[in-house]
């Protein structure tokens, strides 16, 4: 029968409770599988907000009406659900719902630089470039419709002849009767006389501010703030000659010209240049009284 010394029993109980230590190593260990399990449960959750993001969708209810086809020769509203993506527009939402859902849905675009001015529409009851309005700060549903006050062709496309007939009107290029001694010589015009025009040259066409304007709703004559603007932007040029700015004032101050404005700044607030319209049209019915008053 084998004996156990108590020397021995002491040692190996000594043994085992060393065994029991964790040693340094083993917490690095620890340490980093801890980090990195950390690590795995962040990327986890930043790709499952992602997922959420890309899941994320648009609601549109887009104005629909096409004369020309049986069926659809009634107004109504269409509903298309676009997935969102950051930095959308309404044009953005649009194309897409056109390229993927209908391909009958009709409406204007060029540029998508709001420079063109193609795309104007009423967006959530307000004139608006669908190519610059951002979807992120629009409530939802957004509702897309043709602009106010235009016979509507085909859903969100309207007649434009009546805006492009107003504006040609007021004669809207440069004329001058007097010219460089040089050839080669260029027009000059002062820094300030430059500055002085330079909002209303922003004009992109867009007839977003006549849509708006309650006194064009209700004159079909009335030149409209575009078209005077367009006006103001050439009698304030210092370049044109002075027969010229009194044939154009002359133009403005007829009857359904700027006198029919009533200064409620509808058109200033709806346009996408920022173009003070409202002021343009008091400046040039005070240079239209003071050119009555010249011959007096």
């Not at 269409?78 to 939402?93: C, R």
């Not at 200033?268 to 009555?292: F, G, S, Y």
Request: proline letters at 4%.
């Amino acid at each position: 029968m084998s004996t156990q010394t108590p020397t021995q029993t002491e040692e190996s109980s000594e043994t085992d409770a060393e065994a029991d230590v964790p040693s340094k190593g083993d917490e690095r260990r620890d340490e980093k599988r801890r980090r990195a399990a950390e690590e795995r449960a962040r990327r986890q959750a930043e790709e499952a907000e992602k997922a959420a993001a890309d899941e994320e969708t648009v609601e549109l209810k887009v104005f629909r009406y096409d004369p020309e086809v049986e069926g659809k020769q009634e107004p109504r509203f269409d509903t298309f659900h676009v997935p969102f993506t950051k930095g959308m527009t309404v044009l953005d939402a649009l194309m897409y719902s056109r390229d993927t859902y209908d391909s009958s849905l009709t409406f204007r675009h060029s540029c998508r630089q709001a420079v063109c001015g193609s795309d104007a529409m009423f967006v959530n009851g307000g004139q608006k470039l669908a190519c610059k309005t951002q979807i992120a700060e629009l409530e939802q549903p957004i509702r897309v419709e043709p602009l106010p006050h235009a016979e509507v062709r085909k859903d969100l496309v309207v007649d434009m002849e009546h805006f492009y007939d107003q504006m040609e009107a007021v004669e809207p290029y440069f004329q001058t009767n007097e010219y460089p001694d040089g050839e080669l010589e260029e027009q000059r015009q002062t820094r300030e006389n430059r500055e002085k025009i330079k909002m209303s040259t922003r004009c992109i066409w867009c007839s977003a501010c006549m849509s708006s304007c309650n006194i064009a709703a209700g004159d079909n004559e009335y030149l409209g703030p575009a078209a005077i603007n367009k006006a103001y932007r050439f009698a304030m040029d210092e370049r044109e000659g002075e027969d010229i700015k009194q044939k154009r004032l002359e133009i403005i101050e007829q009857e359904h010209g700027v006198w029919r404005c009533q200064t409620q700044f509808s058109c200033t607030e709806v346009c996408p240049k920022d173009i003070p319209l409202t002021e343009h049209i008091q400046e040039l019915k005070r240079e239209a009284v003071k050119n009555n008053l010249k011959f007096w």
